[in-house]
């Protein structure tokens, strides 16, 4: 408002003018409002005086940086174009010309590419802040050889690789600097420590750094910040402490450190949180060996691998927590330090061996102040009150629990208690699947309903679903999995807010809602296992968030749904055993199913020839990654649900509990298609697995499989097929069997010319056994010859129904991250994945 033509612009909001010259060297129009671009004709760049712009907090629409920035500006000391929406490279022009630069932030952007080498004229830059973009590459090695001013870097949150450059230890300015959030491996090198020994805050977390923490850290004498977690480090932490007097804040969580927990950890008196959990510690520590650090307010020593004792001493004291994780340490009961604890926030004793009723004197801590508790995987028997008035957060699964459960704090958004034997009413909210729930669900939700989250799967639950649910506005998430209730879907339910619904195992009937609003926010629609008829509901395209379909194993009785090929997110569609028929025919979208990775017609009474044109189309099966290294399943983002399908394989149905994300499946069989199979299979190179058994299919087995280099299970089975089958000889004999007109290795019958001309076969494929002996206790088995994605699947569903528990724990430890490393190390690694099977 003070931009006036008819007054002094010196005067106005963001200017700064010199005093002797009146020319405007200083502009601040940080969260402005300014959105567009920045065209190289622009006003701005008329104030060739500039010193300092400040252009912070605005959109910029994902621009590149303008010439006007490079070409007019070189006098500008200062630069802040962070949390802007500017885009693209970093024009190497903007380093050669505003050499006087000593401030320079262009954080939280979208800017790609690598750090210009140009970078080394800016040496007056003492601040440097490139975080939270879509840099690549190293660091180059200029950055350390000629700004040398540097008191502050800040690269985190990008994609940086390489190691660090010696020439690093040239920063001997240094104060602050952050690499966090990268691809970084390697070793740390010694010179950091002891040629930047003005360090204050060190952040080198989320990266793959190895080998040992470096003793020369003892240097750091002005060190207050150290956060390592989530690397590789491996070795003894060092007794380096003794000189680090001014550190208050150390994680060095989520490593692979063994060894003892160094005494001079204890003597840091200005510690203000420690966190040295998931590593691979021996012995016992003594939980009041950290009374001493009076100023300490969270402590994390979660899955350490030794025990924690909580023997009270004599006179001892410790000081007030807002946090307190002490998962998996050996403990046998409620820690007597707790009794002190009046302002704890958050308090993590799950994973132990706390046996019977919670104590009386549990009701004092933190009765204002708890919002997160987590009493989960020990063997609680019953909880009588909870009177924590803020409690948010809590989780008790996995105990012995029976009875009923007490009246629920008011604030509470999360209430996980599965797996007890709790009984008595059914309280109309949060997570209370696996127990032995009877009776009906609560039928009258009022208006103004607050419930976001709802979760009853596993009991033993009858009668209809209320459709009062509708009144509760907020109803993000409802899981009624796996009980018996029955009647039909509430038609509001598709007029809901809902983005997770799971409705599986059920015995509803009728149809599915035919209404879905055009502001639908679904992710996930499971509602297998019922007794639904009628047709899927085309209002579901306006659910542009789908990422799971799955209505198998129900009585629908229509023709292949072609209009949800539009889906964008769409990953998985199951419409097994279903009365589906009719031929799927081609569609009029130009890319169908763009993300589908999983699709599932098995069962059901499709005729026509294979559908070629949806084959051409499924993108993410063409693209997907197949050396991926990291273990991830299909889960929301929200909530501790993760996405699970049936699936047929070698023959056997069987229930894969989580998916992994790089799974790619095609199920065809048991329906009525005929014709040859088509040589666009060849193109889906990312094929986990692909079953097109009883049907009519005749021809030959098109060569253009020999480019299914992932594939790791094929079933050919109960076919017309004819000719040689040699494209996967390495394949047992099951997944060819039923085609009389087949012939050569490894089928029995000969064919008429020699088997030696046989052409070579794709290397990384394993020979199946007989179904009933492959799905046994070597689910990971298939994975060992092609990628592991199978048996890691397989090996998941094997151990929900009772495998061994060992290899439960490892899987869902959050220290995952090791068996991911294995599967990356090749084929070494997969030997050493079996050996621990």
């Given at each position: ?11 106005w909001?963001?200017?700064t003018?010199?005093s ?32 300092k ?25 200062l ?6 929406n ?7 022009s ?8 000593a ?45 040398t001013?540097?008191?502050?870097l ?10 660090i450059p ?11 600097l952050d ?7 390697g ?20 990266n ?7 003793s ?7 060190l207050h910040?150290?956060d390592?977690e ?15 007097t001014?550190l208050?804040f ?10 003892s927990?160094?005494?001079?950890i204890?003597?840091?008196?200005n ?29 994390a ?10 023997k ?23 820690p ?26 549990m009701w ?23 009177p ?50 009877q009776?009906?669900?609560p039928?009258?939700?009022?208006k ?31 899981d ?9 879907i ?10 997770i ?8 009937s ?54 949800l ?18 031929p799927?025919?081609?569609?009029k ?29 499924f ?5 997907g ?28 149905d ?16 048991s329906n ?18 692909l ?29 017309k097929?004819a ?39 794709p ?23 092609s ?13 929900v ?37």
């Amino acid at each position: 408002m003070s931009w006036k033509e008819d007054s002094d612009c010196c005067s106005w909001d963001g200017v700064t003018c010199d005093s002797a010259t009146g020319h405007v060297i200083g502009l601040d129009l940080s969260c402005s409002w300014l959105h567009g671009n920045i065209p190289s004709n622009s006003s701005l760049f008329f104030l060739p005086r500039l010193r300092k712009l400040n252009l912070a907090s605005n959109d910029f629409n994902y621009s590149k940086i303008s010439s006007g920035f490079t070409d007019q500006f070189s006098s500008l000391t200062l630069l802040n174009l962070s949390w802007s929406n500017f885009a693209g490279s970093i024009p190497p022009s903007l380093s050669n010309n505003i050499t006087q630069l000593a401030y320079l932030d262009l954080s939280y952007n979208s800017f790609t590419g690598q750090i210009p080498s140009s970078f080394s004229n800016l040496q007056q830059l003492r601040h440097l802040d490139l975080r939270g973009n879509n840099f690549v590459g190293e660091i180059p090695a200029s950055l350390g050889n000629n700004i040398t001013q540097l008191t502050y870097l800040d690269l985190s949150v990008n994609s940086f690789s390489g190691q660090i450059p010696s020439p690093f230890a040239n920063l001997h300015q240094l104060r602050h600097l952050d690499l966090r959030s990268n691809k970084f491996v390697g070793k740390i090198p010694a010179s950091l420590g002891n040629n930047i020994t003005q360090l204050a805050y060190l952040d080198l977390s989320s990266n793959s750094f190895t080998g040992q923490i470096p003793s020369s850290f003892s240097n750091l004498q002005q060190l207050h910040h150290l956060d390592l977690e989530f690397n590789s480090f491996v070795g003894k932490i060092p007794d380096m402490f003794t000189n680090l007097t001014q550190l208050s804040f150390l994680d060095l969580a989520y490593n692979e450190l063994i060894g003892s927990i160094p005494s001079s950890i204890f003597e840091l008196l200005n510690l203000t949180s420690v966190s040295l959990s998931f590593n691979n510690f021996s012995g016992s520590v003594e939980l009041y060996d950290f009374a001493k650090l009076k100023n300490l307010k969270v402590l994390a020593l979660s899955n350490i691998s030794l025990s924690v004792s909580t023997k009270l001493t004599v006179n001892s004291s410790f000081p007030n927590l807002s946090e307190l994780d002490l998962s998996a340490c050996n403990i046998s009961k409620f820690p007597d330090v707790l009794r002190t604890q009046h302002q704890l926030e958050w308090l993590d004793l799950s994973k132990n061996q706390i046996r019977g009723r919670i104590p009386s004197w549990m009701w004092d801590i933190g009765v204002h102040t708890l919002y997160y508790l987590d009493l989960s995987r020990n063997f609680l028997t019953s909880i009588d009150h909870l009177p924590w008035k803020n409690l948010e957060y809590l989780t008790l699964d996995s105990n012995l629990l029976q009875g009923s459960l007490p009246d629920l704090p008011p604030h509470m958004v999360e209430l996980l208690i599965s797996n007890n034997n709790l009984t008595g009413e059914i309280p109309s909210s949060f997570y209370l699947g696996m127990n032995n729930f009877q009776g009906t669900i609560p039928q009258t939700y009022a208006k103004g309903c607050n419930l976001t989250y709802l979760r009853l799967s596993g009991n033993h639950l009858e009668g209809p679903l209320p459709p009062s649910l509708i009144n509760c506005v907020k109803l993000q998430f409802l899981d009624v999995g796996n009980n018996n209730l029955s009647g039909p879907i509430p038609e509001c339910l598709g007029n809901s807010t809902l983005e997770i619904l799971d409705m599986r195992m059920n015995k509803f009937s009728g149809s599915l809602p035919q209404t879905f609003a055009k502001s639908c926010v679904l992710v996930s629609l499971n509602l297998n296992g019922n007794r639904l008829e009628g047709p899927l509901p085309p209002s579901l395209v306006n659910c542009r968030h789908l990422e799971v379909i799955d209505v198998g194993n129900n009585q629908i009785n229509e023709t292949f749904p072609h209009w949800l090929d539009v889906l964008p997110e769409l990953q998985v569609l199951t419409l097994r055993s279903n009365r589906f028929r009719g031929p799927i025919g081609d569609t009029k979208t130009r890319v169908p199913f763009p993300k589908l990775r999983i699709i599932d017609l098995s069962y059901n009474r499709f005729t026509g020839v294979l559908p070629i044109w949806y084959l051409n189309g499924f993108k993410a099966m063409m693209h997907g990654d197949n050396n991926s290294i990291e273990v991830n399943y299909m889960r929301s983002s929200n909530y501790s649900y993760y996405e699970s399908i049936s699936l047929t394989v070698k023959g056997n149905d069987i229930q894969m509990e989580r998916i992994l994300t790089i799974f790619a499946t095609i199920d065809l069989s048991s329906n009525r298609f005929q014709g040859e199979i088509s040589k666009v299979l060849g193109k889906l190179k990312s094929l986990k697995s692909l079953n097109m058994s009883h049907n009519n299919l005749t021809g030959g087995i098109p060569s253009s499989l020999r480019n299914l280099t992932a594939l790791e299970s094929l079933d050919l089975s109960s076919n017309k097929l004819a000719g040689r089958g040699p494209q996967f000889n390495t394949f047992g004999i099951d997944s060819y069997s039923g085609n009389s007109g087949l012939c050569g290795f490894p089928l029995s019958k000969s064919c008429s010319i020699d088997e030696a001309s046989e052409p070579t076969t794709p290397t990384g494929f394993i020979e199946g056994d007989d179904a009933s002996s492959w799905f046994d206790w070597k689910p990971a088995m298939l994975g060992y010859a092609s990628g592991v994605v199978i048996g890691l699947s397989i090996g998941f569903m094997a151990f929900v129904t009772g495998r061994p528990q060992w290899f439960v724990r490892m899987i869902e430890r959050k220290q995952s991250r090791k068996l991911t490393r294995v599967i990356r190390r090749g084929r070494a690694g997969r030997r050493s994945l079996l050996v621990h099977l």
